[in-house]
């Protein structure tokens, strides 16, 4: 009774929160169409990683972005036609700069989420380049050892603040947990945000972050898909 009471609040939250959804915001996967079925590398019974997502034509004067991923199944405890949903993943501040999250960037226990925004994550070239530092699968020790030195170097130059954030799941953890439940339906939600939610720590509950966001959302944006 107190999960239903907290997602009926946080329903209405948003409701209030959110203006009407913006025709040129777009928000669109590679591994899936609209309504379409939620690949198996992407479900909890799979590989349980996140998938690549792209979004176009934010508002203007966008200073952050948060994602809410939610899936929505029939419950066999409660009434019929009654449904249980489930967070599976958060992300709060993302940079403004960023348009996509690439595939397999949270899952089984690992996360590259603070890491959005920075140079590599951005689709440039690697700040180290060696033709033959890496052949047949083989890595030059040295190549790797500078790599990491350059990449731990860059980490520590990315101010804290600006990072972005993972929030909490249903399931407990901060990392993306796919679903795996049949006749489920999963939505991706990708808000952009006129401010950042910098006194949010990590692993901020979904009913903080609705919170947090009310009085900044400029434009949603949505993709689903079934299992």
């Not at 915001?25 to 997502?53: A, C, H, M, Q, W």
């Not at 999250?101 to 989420?113: F, H, M, N, P, T």
């Not at 500078?146 to 799941?169: P, V, Y």
């Not at 979904?206 to 299992?227: D, H």
Request: hydrophobic share 35%; glycine share 8%.
């Amino acid at each position: 009774m107190r999960a239903r009471r907290a997602s009926t609040t946080c329903a209405l939250l948003l409701v209030a929160v959110l203006p009407t959804s913006s025709a040129d915001f777009k928000l669109t996967s590679p591994s899936f169409s609209d309504g379409g079925e939620y690949p198996v590398d992407n479900r909890g019974s799979g590989d349980n990683i996140s998938p690549k997502l792209l979004w176009t034509d934010a508002p203007k004067n966008t200073e952050s972005f948060v994602l809410i991923v939610d899936s929505d199944a029939p419950s066999k405890r409660k009434g019929e036609g009654e449904v249980v949903q489930r967070t599976h993943w958060t992300v709060y501040d993302i940079p403004k700069e960023v348009m996509e999250l690439r595939d397999e960037l949270s899952g089984s226990g690992a996360s590259d989420v603070p890491r959005l925004g920075m140079k590599e994550d951005a689709g440039q070239a690697p700040v180290v380049v060696d033709p033959m530092g890496q052949i047949d699968g083989w890595v030059d020790p040295e190549i790797e050892a500078m790599q990491k030195m350059i990449h731990g170097a860059l980490d520590a130059s990315f101010e804290e603040r600006n990072r972005a954030k993972e929030g909490k799941t249903s399931f407990g953890s901060s990392y993306y947990r796919g679903p795996s439940k049949k006749g489920s339906r999963t939505t991706f939600k990708m808000y952009a945000l006129s401010g950042r939610l910098d006194h949010l720590p990590r692993g901020a509950a979904k009913e903080e972050i609705v919170a947090a966001m009310k009085g900044k959302v400029l434009a949603k944006a949505s993709l689903s898909a079934v299992i």
